[in-house]
């Protein structure tokens, strides 16, 4: 059964900093893997995708990279702001299912500080 | 842009009565999903629709059913609401096309059943 976890479960910058979250999975039979940010109280958006045959994915400050053989997704802020805090997520869709089922992960809550 | 929307965002109903969430997506995709989302357990399907009245159980259809009636509607139903269904509720949709699809979520409705 894949799971997805996430650390560190929270994380508090200062502004500027470049940061790393972590994301990882058990079983590398994905399509894709997908990362979400959720403000407090809202629904998901989804910030980047990446297939099983991609290794990254960038998005403005975002990058994301994919190592399906050791079950692991890194999602690098570059200069982060007071507005980038908010829950980020992963999830991942396995083989397995017969239909678009995502696993996701509990999130990581970041904040940065002015 | 893909637009999820769902007709509460919050709700507070009474144990036993029956409820509806309603969720509506204008970008024609075939998926729909309902998701429940609860503090240190993440994001769980609930339920999955590929077509028009298709559908197929998540992880947890316990006490909950669906409708879909028409492509963009996409319904969840609680029989006779209980406590432990207090939860934010998430839908979310995306195009058919086997497993390299993105799914796109709404702003969540936050149930408080008493």
């Known amino acids: 059964k894949q799971e997805v976890t996430q650390i560190p479960a929270a994380l508090s910058v200062p502004e500027g900093e470049n940061l790393v979250l972590n994301c990882s999975f058990t079983d590398s039979a994905i399509y894709n893997l997908q990362w979400f940010r959720q403000d407090p109280g809202k629904g998901l958006t989804s910030l980047l995708l990446?297939?099983?045959?991609?290794r990254e994915q960038t998005s403005g400050r975002l990058n994301a990279s994919l190592d399906k053989s050791s079950g692991r997704s890194t999602l690098y802020i570059a200069a982060s702001q007071p507005g980038d805090s908010a829950t980020y997520l992963c999830?991942?869709?396995?083989?397995?299912?017969?239909?678009?089922?995502?696993?996701f992960g509990t999130g990581t809550r970041l904040l940065v500080s002015p | 842009d893909v637009k999820v929307t769902q007709s509460s965002r919050y709700l507070v109903k009474r144990t036993g009565e029956k409820v509806f969430l309603e969720c509506v997506q204008d970008?024609?995709?075939?998926?729909m999903f309902w998701y429940r989302q609860d503090p240190g357990l993440g994001l769980r399907l609930i339920y999955f629709s590929y077509d028009v009245k298709m559908k197929e159980k998540g992880d947890i259809p316990e006490g909950y059913s669906v409708s879909r009636e028409k492509k963009e509607r996409f319904s969840l139903i609680l029989e006779s609401a209980s406590t432990n269904q207090t939860s934010m509720y998430l839908c979310a949709s995306s195009p058919a096309s086997g497993g390299a699809t993105e799914q796109f979520f709404g702003p969540g409705t936050r149930l408080t059943v008493l």
């Open positions: 970008m024609d995709h075939e998926n």
């Open positions: 990446i297939q099983s045959s991609q």
């Open positions: 999830a991942v869709r396995p083989y397995d299912t017969g239909f678009q089922k995502l696993v």
